[in-house]
């Protein structure tokens, strides 16, 4: 019985290294070494890299100049109770309607954080990456309904990849919303949903000053409820 309801860790980040996928426009991630043991007593890496890059969440301001930069924003938006909606098997390009969240949308509680699992990581560093399912304006006006303002996904971007409109980006961070992008390792996340067992996520980003958003180490603490 002890070993069942001992809590379990999932890291949902990818990893940050040179040449790594970023968004298309986007800077480019290099990383290399600045210090050295050998020559300096110390080892230190430099960074250069987007403030979009890797796992990261956005901010409301990332979409409009009018609206929260991400140290505007109160740290509960960044971790909370989760709920998946889980949409692996949809095809290239295939649309998340609010029919599709339904299932999810009867679990969501204003402060949940709502995971969208499309299995799309397994194409993280792959053009086919770039061809992920998506979140319509519509189901982002569900999530916002339900009080939601946290959403994550396994894929570039919970808007199609190529149009710079961005509806869904707008409904979720128009509504003081964030979004956590390149998400990876939901499936576990679904999975342990579906087991019974209750999930945190925690997904908070580097104190950026001013940003549209900025890089996390996302994590899952999962619980097994006892039997």
């Known amino acids: 019985m002890e070993n069942s309801l001992m809590e379990s860790w ?49 901010a409301p301001y990332h979409v409009d100049e009018a609206w929260p930069t991400l140290d505007d924003l109160p740290l509960e938006r960044f971790a909370g ?18 029919d599709l969240l339904s299932p999810a949308l009867g679990l969501l509680r204003p402060g949940s954080i709502l995971l969208l699992a499309t299995g799309w990581s397994r194409y993280w560093g792959t053009e086919d990456y770039l061809a992920h399912p ?18 994550g996904i396994d894929a570039l971007s919970v808007d199609p990849t190529g149009p710079v409109d961005l509806p869904s980006h707008r409904v979720l961070c128009g509504a003081g919303g964030v979004i956590a992008e390149n998400l990876t390792g939901l499936g576990g996340v679904a999975d342990a ?18 940003a549209d958003g900025g890089p996390v180490r996302a994590t899952a603490r999962i619980t097994p409820h006892a039997r």
């Open 10 to 58: 999932l890291d949902l980040s990818v990893p940050v290294v040179t040449g790594m996928p970023v968004y298309p426009g986007d800077p480019e991630v290099e990383v290399s070494r600045a210090l050295r043991v050998a020559e300096h007593g110390v080892n230190v890496l430099r960074l250069h890299m987007g403030s979009q890059s890797g796992t990261h969440v956005d």
């Open 134 to 151: 998506w979140l319509t304006p519509e189901a982002a006006q569900a999530v916002v309904a339900a009080g939601v303002l946290t959403v």
């Open 193 to 210: 949903q579906a087991a019974g067992c209750s999930t945190e996520v925690f997904l908070f980003p580097l104190r950026l000053a001013g």
């Open 81 to 98: 109770s989760a709920v998946v909606a889980d949409v692996r098997g949809l095809p290239a390009r295939a649309p998340i309607t609010p």
